[in-house]
């Protein structure tokens, strides 16, 4: 906790050296339900940033319950007790770690849109893998795919939708895209449901193909 602790004043202290470009004056006599309005009808009439609004929520909604279910999959399934599910916990971390490094490194690519397409698809099928795994090694390197693939989704998926997005309205739109994380407790309560019915793992994998599915057809539209 005091290595995230210092993560978050090296973070905060990054953020005081950024240099940002005087913007245009805002409207204050409008209410801020107007500028709510506005902004999801700007939102709505561009599908481009629609797109990528819901290249986030479905797999937020199909294929991220998976962290409330790690648990049971770690006593019940896996069986690897208290010490597995921190090397499960720890693997999607360490997967996610490297990729952002990567990326980092990487500087700003060209065909973000190109790259988001070919890697929002792996993780959905990631999740997949990891609930049909009767193998800890393999459940290991599922998740640490998963965690590298939504990292990468979520840095790309941000930085395209501030980059697309017209200055006067990116904090609007990244205020919905905020929002898109409220459908993960939906979710919770979908898959948990259906782990109810047909078990914990056939749940989670067909909330992993759903994603899958679901994300192809969004880039196909």
Known sequence: YWIQAAGYVWAFANV???RV???????RSRSPLH???????????????????????????????????????????????????????????????????????????????????????PFGAAIALFALSPWFATSLLALSGAGGAWAMCSALN??????TSKPEYVGRVMSVYTLTWGLQPLGNLMIGGAAEVTGAPIALALGGAVSVVGTILLLWR
């Open 21 to 27: 470009p005087p913007q245009a004056p805002i409207d």
């Open 158 to 163: 941000q930085t395209l939708l501030q980059t």
């Open 35 to 121: 500028n709510l309005t506005d902004g999801l009808r700007y939102l709505r009439n561009d599908e481009t940033l629609l797109g990528l609004m819901m290249l986030t929520a479905v797999p937020t909604l199909f294929a991220f319950p998976y962290q409330q279910l790690l648990p049971l999959f770690a006593e019940r399934i896996l069986r690897v007790g208290p010490t597995g599910l921190g090397m499960l916990t720890s693997a999607v971390g360490a997967g996610a770690l490297l990729t952002a490094l990567g990326l980092a490194s990487a500087g700003n690519m060209r065909r973000k849109g190109r790259v988001l397409a070919i890697v929002t698809v």
């Open 16 to 18: 005081l050296q950024m």
